[in-house]
């Protein structure tokens, strides 16, 4: 009998336009040789433009699609977008702390590339009290970054700053993505116990992405669950997203999206 592929538990809420959201996780995931789970934790009325409404699944739903598959199938990680509410923000670390083993990914959405909210301040709380004390690796642009790390009526920090403060929270490790950043390049810094573990500069696109974090993301959960260790899977899967994004294309009114088969089309040319 065939050996299964590396398999993937996504929790995130669904995107009709394909762009980001569950739908971008598991065309990564595909795209890469991994076989997606999908936990639905929201559903979404959204475009290319923006998110117009957001739906929050209610967390019994959440937490029975989980168990369901963690149950019947063997799991090698675990790839967290937006949860949609502190219910399911709860619940969603209730189930990863019976997991403790399977690496965790933490996509920390908090709001759309037009700046539609996903996550209120509320749930910002619930996110660091809860789940990213048990976050392998979370990846946040900066602004996120700087958003999970600053306390009321502080002043700005550092991304280095940021990402040791969001390391004592306990996540393992902080990606901190550097799109909106004003640098020639984008860069992207790994942070660990250590201090700085990598840093990558990559080339600027000239558009807007539609989903690129939840790309981001996927691949390396993806990376991860094929048995690569950390710094090889962010290598990895950044040239895997980059190459999405400049394969993209624009099918609608607004941001382009990651074209995540790139490689076929190449192949078909």
């Not at 937490?63 to 949609?84: N, P, T, Y």
């Not at 993505?177 to 020639?184: A, D, L, Q, R």
Request: glycine share 8%.
């Amino acid at each position: 009998m065939n050996q299964p592929p590396p398999i993937v538990l996504c929790f995130s809420a669904s995107d009709p336009s394909g762009g980001a959201g569950l739908q971008a996780d598991l065309l990564t995931l595909a795209s890469m040789g991994c076989h997606p789970l999908s936990v639905v934790t929201a559903i979404t009325v959204q475009d290319t433009i923006g998110i117009e409404d957001i739906m929050p699944l209610d967390s019994d739903w959440v937490a029975d699609q989980a168990r369901s598959v963690l149950e019947d199938m063997a799991v090698h990680a675990f790839k967290i977008g937006a949860m949609g509410s502190i219910e399911n923000i709860a619940v969603i670390a209730e189930i990863a702390s019976d997991y403790p083993d399977i690496p965790l990914i933490l996509d920390p959405v908090l709001s759309s590339g037009r700046g539609d909210e996903l996550a209120n301040e509320e749930m910002i709380d619930a996110l660091k009290s809860l789940l990213i004390s048990q976050t392998t690796l979370i990846t946040p642009n900066s602004i996120e970054a700087r958003h999970l790390a600053l306390e009321e009526n502080e002043d700005g920090l550092s991304l280095i700053q940021c990402a040791q403060r969001i390391m004592d929270m306990g996540a393992e490790y902080v990606l901190i993505t550097g799109t909106h950043e004003n640098t020639p390049q984008v860069l992207n810094t790994l942070y660990g116990g250590s201090g700085i573990l990598r840093t990558d500069s990559w080339n600027r696109l000239p558009h807007s992405y539609h989903g690129s974090g939840c790309t981001l993301a996927s691949a390396i959960a993806a990376a991860i669950a094929m048995g690569l260790d950390i710094s090889e899977a962010i290598e990895k899967a950044q040239e895997y997203t980059w190459n999405a994004l400049n394969s993209g294309f624009r099918p609608g009114m607004g941001q382009h999206i990651p074209d995540r088969f790139f490689w076929a089309r190449e192949e078909e040319a």
